[in-house]
């Protein structure tokens, strides 16, 4: 295993994350290199009041609600839509003054006010006076407002966000940020965080796929282009450049396994139903040992279950078993251990556009599922822009458009445009920042990679 995960570095801070979904621990996953003791989460740590805990609940529990309840024909879209509603991007343009605070925000402080809600947590993490890092703009405004003495960062872990990222008085804030993109550095100017306090690091990937200098990354790229591209339209056309981004000897022109992919649903389950229909239709090639493919339950047992369901209503075992799996694990941290192990042999990630559209970064060509909500209908955007993400055509039909992408050539451009064009260094930028949070920030910020 490469030096960079034998050690951890001699420096620590607090790792803050949620437990909603996957989006905030997948973020925080890999800043446990420098995390005092176990990254916490905010809404379940040790110890946490129960009236913190009731809070914390219920907005957990009614945004998995409104997630599933999305699928109800005519009353789900607009029960939804109503809620999307309270959490929308505004439009970037015509640029203006968007530092205003908006009914959420007030919300928020509001609990901060009159409940405590987050004193406890940031009293217990006060009595250590080191940098606090957390994926969660809540739990960042907790430890302005409760005082907290060290700084404080927060990772930002969409394309573009909503003005409840920022607290109210935003030009009044200590708070750092660490953008995925360069779109969100933009809008959180809009907001009003001054420039001095932005820093475009790119999103934290797991270390686990990228290696010294990025040496796992390129050797699984140059595995997974020829997969990609069995006519060697793409590879023929641009090999020099290849060859310069993954070294002659990474890629590989004869595949050393079958086309994999893995397709991944969200923290609430939500289509899981897609992932059975696009089954049902790689059925045959599957059987033939053409196709392996994941299906991600993540930690939800009842969506591990549907799945298990599914493949034997579809008679995919005896020596088509080996081909098709299901990624589950009970706890979060063994699930994202497993689920990196996996893209490590994925060749195509199929999934809503979460925060796992920063993901294309690995050279995985990501086929786009429907959004669900205002913030993923811009990270489709973005992937879309980068060239590393195209929508879904009908699932039912995926066998017979699938094999036509695969011979244009177009997912393996997909892959080395992920690859090339999304930032990949936001785990060792993060750490750099942490470290350095005094006058050498800005030093440190001219050096930063992406």
């Not at 003005?163 to 940020?177: A, C, D, F, N």
């Not at 070294?247 to 289509?271: C, D, E, S």
């Not at 992408?405 to 997909?414: Q, T």
Request: with cysteine; net charge positive; hydrophobic share 40%.
């Amino acid at each position: 295993m490469d030096n960079l995960l034998k050690s951890k570095p001699a420096k620590k801070a607090w790792v803050v994350t949620v437990d909603m979904g996957y989006g905030h621990q997948r973020a925080s996953y890999p800043l446990s290199v420098f995390s005092e003791g176990e990254i916490i989460s905010a809404n379940s740590y040790k110890g946490i009041p129960d009236a913190d805990r009731v809070i914390w609940e219920n907005s957990r529990s009614f945004y998995e609600f409104i997630s599933r309840f999305k699928n109800v024909p005519f009353l789900g879209e607009r029960a939804f839509d109503l809620y999307d509603k309270f959490q929308a991007i505004p439009q970037f343009y015509p640029k203006r003054d968007l530092s205003k605070g908006n009914i959420q925000l007030k919300e928020i402080y509001s609990l901060f006010e009159k409940k405590n809600w987050g004193k406890h947590l940031i009293d217990k993490l006060a009595k250590k006076k080191i940098p606090l890092v957390t994926t969660f703009f809540v739990t960042a405004m907790m430890a302005e407002y409760f005082k907290y003495p060290g700084p404080i960062f927060c990772v930002i872990c969409d394309t573009d966000i909503s003005r409840t990222w920022v607290p109210l008085k935003p030009r009044e804030s200590r708070i750092h940020y660490f953008a995925p993109n360069k779109r969100v550095v933009d809008r959180l100017k809009l907001y009003g965080v001054s420039e001095e306090r932005i820093f475009l690091t790119g999103f934290p990937l797991p270390l686990e796929n990228l290696g010294d200098n990025l040496k796992l990354l390129k050797q699984d790229v140059g595995k997974r282009l020829i997969n990609l591209d069995p006519e060697k339209v793409y590879i023929s056309q641009y090999r020099k450049t290849i060859n310069t981004q993954l070294g002659i000897k990474n890629l590989k022109m004869t595949p050393t396994r079958p086309l994999t992919i893995t397709f991944a649903v969200g923290g609430a389950g939500a289509q899981r139903e897609l992932g059975a229909t696009i089954l049902g239709s790689l059925r045959q090639d599957i059987e033939d040992g053409k196709i392996r493919f994941n299906l991600v339950a993540g930690v939800n047992g009842d969506v591990n279950h549907y799945f298990k369901d599914v493949i034997h209503d579809l008679k995919l075992s005896g020596r088509s078993k080996k081909n098709v799996s299901i990624i589950f694990h009970p706890d979060k941290d063994g699930y994202f251990k497993e689920f990196n192990k996996v893209l490590r042999t994925t060749d195509i990630l199929w999934t809503k556009p979460s925060e796992l559209s920063f993901y294309c970064a690995l050279g995985l060509p990501i086929v786009i599922a429907p959004p669900i909500g205002s913030q993923e209908i811009f990270n489709q955007k973005w992937l879309q822009a980068i060239g590393s993400g195209m929508n879904q055509d009908n699932p039912k039909y995926t066998a017979e458009w699938l094999n036509d992408w695969l011979n244009s050539g177009w997912l393996a451009e997909a892959a080395m445009q992920g690859f090339l064009e999304a930032p990949k260094y936001g785990t060792f930028n993060i750490e750099k920042l942490v470290f350095n949070h005094s006058d050498e920030a800005k030093k440190v910020k001219m050096f930063l990679q992406y």
